[in-house]
């Protein structure tokens, strides 16, 4: 493939409504671009005045994703590192809350030489600048943008303009692809209508925009009729309405996207050779979800539930995913179910249920509700010899059981669930507390990723073939030195550890003590890839494999 000496640009943008899929679009559209021998990175644009998500609830914004570099950013970052196979940093994620910093910060230092700084153009020129950044840092030859919300919206009138202004100066070199719902109407839900996605072509050309091509998002394939339309109604050229229909599987977008030719779409707008299509390795693991036969019912005890059990499974989604990779990897199909914490306060009757489960997993997270249930759950498959994996908080909890239920500390928790316990097995380190004194909450968290080192003979090093890791973390509190003698003595191994010794990072169970019994303190489910499963994630799904669910008398 010939080197582009500037880089091409192609933006994606919402119509109609949110939350219809521009991350999954995003990410496929840089998969296809990928496997056409470019390389590609992926930028996302929230229309939020937060400065980065790490203080945003998931019930509100969904998972907060952190990089390697502890950047805390929006869940399709996610979607973009696993679908493109890459780790990003903080130069690919940026929000309305950053980017009026950033200039205010360089107004303060005189950076603009006194002159009069405006909102336009200085936001959609910072913007600008931000986009080549990403693309010099990550040696990209196609940089894929994602704008947050929909067209027509105020915040994202800054963001468009800069994508205008980009396309005026360099018509050749920018792609815009506007993602758009057709509801469906009619007996049956059949009937898709257009008129939506005319309005949402008109709100782009009231800023000096017109969409290269349109992904129709639909519950149904699109057929050839409701693409004439929309082509002829929207002044686009023939071949230019992608259909999108719901999936069962996200990693099925791109091949359904090629099948309407989108990779040449939008390569011949950006004037570049169509390249040599590759998803072979894509389809293969495609069609190993498809073709499971084995299925595995795993259990995810979390606490973000809404009314009539609802549950947000955004705030989960890396989790999934992970699962997802592993069980493939293995042939088998996992059956996710959403299991409330609080429900297993009540007795041993909802504990009993657990055996109907091949594996469970406690997710990390952050407050006191749910707690008193998963402490439960951890206590009943640990003692029942049900597969485990506690993610983060899981792995805090999970130490806290067994300090009270082996070790007998009854009293034994977590400070930040009782600041006074008398037996703090989970606390802040003594640095930690000194930035909590001066209201330095920030540098209280460990953020991104971090080195350790494995012991040999335990689960953890079998799963990784390496003793030398890093890891990403999200999280405040630590296992408490003061305790990891008498939890070792008593049969809890600390497999993983922070290069100095100081910091526990994996605990385990001998697999004589149980088939597999294990909490990480950092987030494995944040690097997991659909072609490349973490390999904590494959040997829990191994062992879910070979436990045999217990049927309730």
Not at 65 to 77: N, P, R
Not at 407 to 421: F, M, V, W
Not at 469 to 482: A, C, F, K, L
Request: charged fraction near 25%; include cysteine; charge should be positive.
């Amino acid at each position: 493939m010939p080197k582009i000496k500037n880089p091409k640009y192609v933006f994606v943008v919402g119509g109609v409504m949110s939350g219809v899929g521009k991350g999954v679009a995003s990410a496929s559209i840089g998969k296809i671009l990928q496997s056409r021998g470019f390389k590609v990175t992926a930028i996302k644009i929230d229309p939020y005045v937060n400065v980065d998500a790490g203080t945003m609830n998931p019930t509100e914004h969904g998972e907060v994703f952190v990089l390697d570099d502890g950047t805390e950013c929006d869940q399709d970052m996610g979607n973009y590192e696993r679908f493109l196979n890459r780790d990003l940093t903080r130069a690919n994620y940026m929000t309305t809350g950053s980017i009026y910093l950033s200039v205010i910060t360089r107004e303060r230092n005189l950076g603009y030489g006194g002159k009069q700084v405006e909102v336009v153009p200085r936001i959609p020129l910072e913007v600008i600048d931000r986009i080549n950044t990403a693309a010099s840092q990550n040696n990209a030859e196609i940089v894929i943008t994602e704008v947050g919300g929909t067209v027509g919206e105020y915040e994202n009138i800054l963001f468009l303009e800069a994508i205008r202004m980009l396309k005026l100066k360099y018509p050749h070199n920018v792609a815009l692809v506007l993602v758009s719902f057709l509801p469906a109407l009619g007996a049956g839900g059949t009937e898709l209508k257009t008129k939506p996605t005319q309005h949402a072509v008109r709100s782009l050309n009231s800023v000096g925009l017109h969409p290269d091509v349109i992904l129709a998002r639909a519950p149904v394939p699109l057929d050839k009729k409701r693409k004439d339309k929309i082509e002829f109604m929207c002044s686009l050229d023939h071949g230019n309405v992608i259909s999108a229909p719901d999936v069962k599987n996200i990693y099925e977008v791109p091949i359904n996207f090629e099948k309407d030719n989108l990779g040449d779409r939008i390569l011949g707008k950006l004037s570049l050779r169509f390249g040599h299509r590759d998803l072979k390795q894509w389809r293969r693991l495609v069609s190993a979800m498809r073709n499971a036969k084995r299925t595995l019912k795993i259990g995810i005890v979390g606490k973000y539930f809404e009314s009539g059990n609802f549950v947000l499974t955004d705030s989960y989604i890396s989790v999934i995913e992970a699962v997802k990779h592993a069980s493939a990897a293995l042939k088998c199909n996992p059956e996710i179910e959403w299991l409330d914490a609080g429900k297993f306060e009540k007795g041993a009757g909802e504990l009993k249920k657990l055996g109907d489960y091949n594996g469970i997993i406690v997710p990390g997270g952050f407050g006191s509700r749910g707690i008193k249930g998963k402490l439960k759950v951890i206590e009943y498959c640990r003692e029942h010899k049900i597969p485990y994996f506690g993610l983060c908080y899981g792995m805090q909890l999970a130490v806290v059981e067994f300090a009270r239920n082996v070790l007998k500390l009854k009293d034994a928790n977590t400070t930040e669930i009782d600041p006074k316990t008398k037996h703090p097995i989970i606390d802040i380190l003594p640095e930690q507390k000194k930035l909590m004194a001066e209201k330095n909450y920030g540098g209280t968290m460990r953020l991104g990723a971090y080195p350790a080192i494995l012991d040999k003979k335990t689960i953890a090093i079998g799963a990784y073939g390496t003793n030398k890791i890093s890891e990403r973390h999200r999280h405040r509190y630590e296992v408490n030195p003061d305790y990891i003698v008498k939890l070792e003595k008593s049969g809890l191994e600390f497999s993983g550890h922070s290069p100095d010794g100081r910091l526990m990072e994996i605990a385990e169970l001998s697999r004589e003590q149980h088939p597999f019994f294990l909490g990480t303190q950092f987030h494995p489910e944040l690097k997991s890839r659909p072609l490349s499963p973490h390999p904590l994630f494959v040997e829990f799904i191994k062992a879910a494999a070979k436990y045999k669910t217990k049927p309730r008398i």
